[in-house]
């Protein structure tokens, strides 16, 4: 168990790191970040940082014999680099199994297949010949993502059998190993934000409702206004991935609520989520804050919230929309970031309301 005065190394120095380290901070806890990015938003709000690359293994080593325990603030962490810190014998939280399921997407979908948690119809595509059979096979609509490396939209494209262009998805995917998945009808989408310790306690938040565009998440509400039982199973099924993972630290797995009630699993993320970020205003322990004790090795906090929550995300040049959200009752967080470009996660905002 870390002490007050430790310190927590975090690999990845974007804003989720800037808010683990805040997190950190209140609780006396120090953070060394290790990034390739020189002048990164986790950066300057910690008290160490590193600027390496993930494949420099001396640096990894002199990083990891500063911690008391390290975590991540994204899942493409190479393996390789958790393996460094390890080696030090200086504990990664969550640790390698999680990041190696979660880093392939045709892993992520068997993984979850294995613990009777039910992705959206899939095929391997391992060639562009292949796209056509698979897109005819799961009933003429999809989607092509490849395998690894794709986020917020990035590395995917929707497909229609009507008027596919196999050379073209191919080539929008990086011409490398993906998956189709097929066209769901959904009702909504949702996550799951929950919490495991060590020592195997749980505990999760009230299941968001998430709305996309473009592969981005734009927005999310919560209550999220589905059936309480379907916020129950949606819990009881982060939970087996939890514990199959034997996981330390926040997990999230976002879902999609079919019209005849199914569950069907989107991605899982090891690590605290974009569609939890409204835990920051209308919980008394936030996502972030249940991320570092755990990590700790502390106890977990309450995941109740006191308040309903509306979270907008900040993309591009909307950041300098800023004042106009303060002055409409908006609690506004800005990462930091020093160009803004279409799509970018540059800031969020959250507006609260009396709990219903």
């Known amino acids: 168990m870390l002490q007050p005065g430790d310190m927590i190394g975090v690999l990845g120095g974007g804003q989720l790191g800037r808010m683990l380290a805040q997190a950190a901070a209140r609780l006396g806890l ?12 986790a950066s300057r709000v ?12 001396p640096a990894l080593g002199r990083f990891a014999r500063t911690c008391a325990a390290v975590t991540l603030e994204f899942e493409n962490v190479p393996l390789s680099a958790v393996a460094a810190i390890t080696d030090q ?9 999680a990041l190696a399921a979660s880093q392939d997407r045709a892993t992520e979908k068997r993984f979850l297949e294995s613990i009777g948690v039910d992705p959206a119809p899939w095929r391997e595509i391992d060639h562009p010949d292949d796209i056509a059979p698979a897109l005819r096979d799961l009933g003429g609509r999809g989607v092509l993502k ?18 596919l262009d196999p050379a073209r998805a191919w080539s929008s995917v990086g011409e490398q190993p993906s998956v189709l998945e097929a066209f769901i009808a959904f009702d909504c ?23 996309h565009a473009g592969g981005v998440l734009r927005s999310t509400s919560v209550p999220g206004g589905f059936p309480s039982e379907v916020a129950a199973r949606a819990l009881d099924l982060t939970r087996r991935l939890a514990d199959a993972l034997d996981y330390v630290g926040v ?33 008394a322990v936030s996502q972030f804050e249940q991320h570092i004790r755990a990590v700790a090795g502390w106890p977990l906090g309450s995941p109740d919230r006191h308040s309903n929550a509306e979270m907008v995300n900040l993309l ?25 470009s279409p799509g970018r996660k540059m800031g969020h905002a959250t507006r609260l309301s009396p709990r219903t």
Not at 321 to 329: E, L, P, S, Y
Request: net charge negative; proline share 5%; hydrophobic share 35%.
């Open 30 to 41: 120090d953070v060394h970040i290790f990034t390739p990015e020189a002048d990164s938003p």
């Open 146 to 163: 490849a395998r690894r490396s794709g986020y917020d939209g990035k590395g995917q494209i929707g497909l229609s059998i009507a008027d």
């Open 89 to 97: 014998g200086v504990a990664v939280r969550p640790g390698p199994q």
């Open 251 to 283: 997990l999230t797995l976002e879902f999609f609520l079919t019209p005849d009630g199914r569950l069907l699993a989107n991605e899982f993320a090891p690590r605290v989520h974009n569609s939890g970020h409204w835990t920051l205003e209308a919980c």
């Open 316 to 340: 591009g040049d909307e950041v300098y929309d800023w004042r106009r959200r303060m002055q409409d009752g908006w609690s506004v967080h800005i990462y930091g970031k020093r160009a803004a």
């Open 189 to 211: 989408e949702l996550s799951v934000i929950l919490a495991r310790s060590a020592s195997g306690e749980v505990c999760g938040y009230d299941s968001p409702r998430n709305l």
């Open 46 to 57: 910690a008290a160490r940082t590193t600027v390496a690359s993930f494949d420099d293994r």
